[in-house]
C-alpha cells in the first residue's frame, strides 16, 4: 500500500510540474492597403514595392476594387499588374467602392448619388469618366450589393485566390452591406473606424455619417462580432488610417496596444492600420517613420506579430470564446 501511494505522488507531482503556462500574448498588426480602383499608376505601384524595403517580410492585405477592371478603357494586364503586388503571404480581399463602371458590369443600373462626402449629389469627377467612388453604398439595396460583390470577387479571382475579409468603401459597412456580406459569405469586415480620427479632413457629413454606422469605436477598440442576417461576422475594427495620422499618433496606438499587453499578458491584442494605393507616395513617409521608432524599442519590438486579416481574424475568434 505504501508503494503504491508513493507511486501516485510521483505521478501527480510529475503532472504539476509539467503543467503548460498560460501562452503569452502579442501585439498582433495587420497592415493593410485600400485598392480604391481609381488610378494603377508606376508611381503607386512603386510606392508599395518601396514601402516593403521598410517592412520587410511583413504580410499585406490588399483589399482591392475591383474597377479597376471594369472602367471602360480597362487595359487586359489589370490583373497581371495586381497579382505583382500580391507577394506570398499576403491576403488578397473584397473592397466596394460603388464605381458606375462596377455597377454596369454587375448588370444593375448605376446609382451615383448621394455622396458619403457630401451628403448631396455633387459626386467627385476623377477624371476617367467613371464615378461612383464616393456614392453611398446605401443607394443599393442588398440584392445590389450582392451582385457587386459577386462580380468583384469574380474580377479578383483572374488575379489570385480571394479570402472572405472584406472592406467598404468609405468604411460603410451599412447594416444592408452586412446582410449582403452575410448572404455572400463572407466571415470577416474590417471597415469599423473612430470617425474622429479623420480630423484631417473638412469633411463634416463624411465623419456624421461614420458616426451613425460606428458610434462606439476608438482607437483601441478590440475584435468584435456583428450580426450579418443569420450569421455573424467578425469585425476587426482599424486603428488608424495613415493619410490621417501623424507619425507620433501612428506610435502612440501601438505603445498604447502595448500598455494592454503589460496589464493583460495572456490575450493578443489586435491592431489594423490601413493606407491606400492611390495616396501611398504622399504618406508612406509617416509610417516608415513609426514603424522604424516603434521597432527601435526592443520592450516593444519583441512583442509585435505581424499577420495578415484573416491571420488575425484567427487569432482574434480564439480571444473571443
Same mark, same amino acid.
Given at each position: 500500500?505504501?508503494?503504491?501511494?508513493?507511486?501516485?505522488?510521483?505521478?501527480?507531482?510529475?503532472?504539476?510540474? *509539467?503543467?503548460?503556462?498560460?501562452?503569452?500574448?502579442?501585439?498582433?498588426?495587420?497592415?493593410?492597403?485600400?485598392?480604391?480602383?481609381?488610378?494603377?499608376?508606376?508611381?503607386?505601384?512603386?510606392?508599395?514595392?518601396?514601402?516593403?524595403?521598410?517592412?520587410?517580410? !511583413?504580410?499585406?492585405?490588399?483589399?482591392?476594387?475591383?474597377?479597376?477592371?471594369?472602367?471602360?478603357?480597362?487595359?487586359?494586364?489589370?490583373?497581371?499588374?495586381?497579382?505583382?503586388?500580391?507577394?506570398?503571404?499576403?491576403?488578397?480581399?473584397?473592397?466596394?467602392?460603388?464605381?458606375?463602371?462596377?455597377?454596369?458590369?454587375?448588370?444593375?443600373?448605376?446609382? #451615383?448619388?448621394?455622396?458619403? &462626402?457630401?451628403?448631396?449629389?455633387?459626386?467627385?469627377?476623377?477624371? %476617367?469618366?467613371?464615378?461612383?467612388?464616393?456614392?453611398? &453604398?446605401?443607394?443599393?439595396? #442588398?440584392?445590389?450589393?450582392?451582385?457587386?460583390?459577386?462580380? @468583384? $470577387?469574380?474580377?479578383?479571382?483572374?488575379?489570385?485566390?480571394?479570402?472572405?475579409?472584406?472592406?467598404?468603401?468609405?468604411?460603410?459597412?451599412?447594416?444592408?452591406?452586412?446582410?449582403? +456580406?452575410?448572404?455572400?459569405?463572407? /466571415?470577416? %469586415?474590417?471597415?469599423?473606424?473612430?470617425?474622429?480620427?479623420?480630423?484631417?479632413?473638412?469633411?463634416?457629413?463624411?465623419?456624421? $455619417?461614420?458616426?451613425?454606422?460606428?458610434?462606439?469605436?476608438?482607437?483601441?477598440?478590440?475584435?468584435?462580432?456583428?450580426?450579418?442576417?443569420?450569421?455573424?461576422?467578425?469585425?476587426?475594427?482599424?486603428?488608424?488610417?495613415?493619410?490621417?495620422?501623424?507619425?507620433?499618433?501612428?506610435?502612440?496606438?501601438?505603445? !498604447?496596444?502595448?500598455?494592454?499587453?503589460?496589464?493583460?499578458?495572456?490575450?493578443?491584442?489586435?491592431?489594423?492600420?490601413?493606407?491606400?494605393?492611390?495616396?501611398?507616395?504622399?504618406? @508612406?513617409?509617416?509610417?516608415?517613420?513609426?514603424? *522604424?521608432?516603434?521597432?527601435?524599442?526592443? /520592450?516593444?519590438?519583441?512583442?509585435?506579430?505581424?499577420?495578415?486579416?484573416?491571420?488575425?481574424?484567427? +487569432?482574434?475568434?480564439?480571444?473571443?470564446?
Amino acid at each position: 500500500m505504501r508503494a503504491l501511494w508513493l507511486l501516485l505522488v510521483v505521478l501527480f507531482g510529475a503532472c504539476s510540474s *509539467t503543467a503548460p503556462t498560460p501562452a503569452k500574448g502579442k501585439i498582433v498588426v495587420a497592415m493593410t492597403i485600400d485598392w480604391e480602383g481609381d488610378d494603377l499608376s508606376k508611381e503607386n505601384l512603386d510606392a508599395v514595392d518601396d514601402l516593403r524595403k521598410t517592412l520587410g517580410a !511583413v504580410p499585406l492585405t490588399h483589399f482591392v476594387s475591383a474597377a479597376y477592371a471594369t472602367k471602360q478603357h480597362a487595359k487586359s494586364t489589370v490583373p497581371a499588374a495586381i497579382a505583382r503586388e500580391v507577394r506570398p503571404g499576403d491576403e488578397l480581399a473584397v473592397h466596394l467602392h460603388a464605381w458606375q463602371s462596377l455597377a454596369r458590369a454587375s448588370g444593375l443600373a448605376p446609382k #451615383v448619388e448621394p455622396s458619403f &462626402l457630401t451628403g448631396t449629389d455633387e459626386v467627385l469627377q476623377l477624371g %476617367d469618366g467613371d464615378v461612383g467612388f464616393d456614392t453611398d &453604398l446605401d443607394a443599393y439595396d #442588398v440584392p445590389a450589393l450582392r451582385a457587386m460583390l459577386v462580380e @468583384s $470577387r469574380k474580377e479578383l479571382e483572374k488575379v489570385g485566390p480571394v479570402s472572405k475579409s472584406f472592406r467598404a468603401g468609405g468604411y460603410l459597412a451599412t447594416p444592408k452591406m452586412l446582410l449582403a +456580406l452575410g448572404d455572400e459569405g463572407y /466571415a470577416v %469586415d474590417s471597415s469599423a473606424i473612430d470617425p474622429h480620427r479623420l480630423h484631417d479632413l473638412d469633411d463634416d457629413q463624411w465623419q456624421q $455619417r461614420l458616426s451613425q454606422v460606428w458610434p462606439r469605436i476608438d482607437a483601441t477598440t478590440q475584435p468584435f462580432y456583428l450580426r450579418a442576417g443569420p450569421v455573424q461576422l467578425l469585425e476587426l475594427p482599424i486603428a488608424l488610417v495613415v493619410d490621417y495620422a501623424s507619425t507620433a499618433e501612428l506610435v502612440s496606438v501601438i505603445e !498604447v496596444a502595448h500598455a494592454h499587453l503589460v496589464q493583460d499578458p495572456g490575450h493578443d491584442v489586435f491592431v489594423v492600420v490601413a493606407f491606400h494605393l492611390e495616396t501611398l507616395s504622399d504618406f @508612406s513617409g509617416r509610417l516608415v517613420d513609426a514603424i *522604424t521608432t516603434v521597432r527601435a524599442n526592443s /520592450a516593444i519590438a519583441g512583442e509585435l506579430m505581424y499577420a495578415t486579416v484573416d491571420e488575425a481574424a484567427e +487569432l482574434a475568434r480564439f480571444t473571443l470564446q
